[in-house]
T-cell receptor, first 112, second 114 residues
Framework: KQEVTQIPAALSVPEGENLVLNCSFTDSAIYNLQWFRQDPGKGLTSLLL?????REQTSGRLNASLDKSSGRSTLYIAASQPGDSATYLCAVNRGYGQNFVFGPGTRLSVLP | DTEVTQTPKHLVMGMTNKKSLKCEQH?????MYWYKQKAKKPPELMFV???????INESVPSRFSPECPNSSLLNLHLHALQPEDSALYLC?????????????FGPGTRLTVT
C-alpha cells in the first residue's frame, strides 16, 4: 500500500528565504507526482506535475525534483513571499482513473 | 478552459434533508473524482468515474450516491447525512493521456450537517 509522508509538518520562515519541502513515498511504481497548494478552506491549486520519467520541473520561483528510485520529491521555493503562505501537498498517481495518494501536507508561513 | 467548477460553494443541511453537489468540467476529461477533506487533513478519495462508469468506490456509506449523467458532469447526492459528514467536498478530473494523468481540482463545496 502506497504511503506518502511530508517533512516538515509546519514551517515558519522570514520573507526572502529559500526553502525546501520534502515528500517521500513507499512504492516507486508511480506515473507521476503532483505538488499542490491549498489556502485555508479552499480547493487545491496545482503547482507542478512531474512525470515518472522526469527529474525536475520548474515554474517561476518553484522547482520540483523527483527521485523515483529513492521515493523522494522536493519542492524548492526561491525568495519566499508572504503570499506563499499556505499548505503544500504532494500526491502520487498510479495512472489514469486511479486514486491520488496524498501526503499530510506542510503548513508554510512566510513572515513579512 | 482548464477549470473545474463546483456548486454550491457552501451548503448547510439537516440530517433528514436530501441535497446534491454538482461538478462540471469542459476539458474533455474522461475521469472524474469525488474527494472528502476534513480540516487539517489531506483529501480522501470517495469515488472515481471513468468514461461515465463508476470504477472505484472507496467503501463509502450509501447515504452518499454519485451520479455521472454525461462526460462533463458529476453529481453527489446526499441523504440522511450525519454531523461527522461535515467537510469540504472536492471534485477533480483528469484526461486519459498516458503522458499526463494530471488531476485538476475544483474549489470545493463546504458542507455542514446540523
Amino acid at each position: 500500500k502506497q504511503e506518502v509522508t511530508q517533512i516538515p509538518a509546519a514551517l515558519s520562515v522570514p520573507e526572502g528565504e529559500n526553502l525546501v519541502l520534502n515528500c517521500s513515498f513507499t512504492d516507486s511504481a508511480i506515473y507521476n507526482l503532483q505538488w499542490f497548494r491549498q489556502d485555508p478552506g479552499k480547493g487545491l491549486t496545482s503547482l507542478l506535475l512531474i512525470q515518472s520519467s522526469q527529474r525536475e520541473q520548474t515554474s517561476g520561483r518553484l522547482n520540483a525534483s523527483l527521485d523515483k528510485s529513492s521515493g523522494r520529491s522536493t519542492l524548492y521555493i526561491a525568495a519566499s513571499q508572504p503570499g506563499d503562505s499556505a499548505t503544500y501537498l504532494c500526491a502520487v498517481n498510479r495512472g489514469y482513473g486511479q486514486n491520488f495518494v496524498f501526503g499530510p501536507g506542510t503548513r508554510l508561513s512566510v513572515l513579512p | 478552459d482548464t477549470e473545474v467548477t463546483q456548486t454550491p460553494k457552501h451548503l448547510v443541511m439537516g440530517m433528514t434533508n436530501k441535497k446534491s453537489l454538482k461538478c462540471e468540467q469542459h476539458m474533455g476529461h474522461r475521469a472524474m473524482y469525488w474527494y472528502k477533506q476534513k480540516a487539517k487533513k489531506p483529501p480522501e478519495l470517495m469515488f472515481v468515474y471513468s468514461y461515465e462508469k463508476l470504477s472505484i468506490n472507496e467503501s463509502v456509506p450509501s447515504r452518499f450516491s454519485p451520479e455521472c449523467p454525461n462526460s462533463s458532469l458529476l453529481n453527489l447526492h446526499l441523504h440522511a447525512l450525519q454531523p461527522e459528514d461535515s467537510a469540504l467536498y472536492l471534485c477533480a478530473s483528469s484526461q486519459d493521456r498516458s503522458d499526463s494523468y494530471e488531476q485538476y481540482f475544483g474549489p470545493g463545496t463546504r458542507l455542514t450537517v446540523t
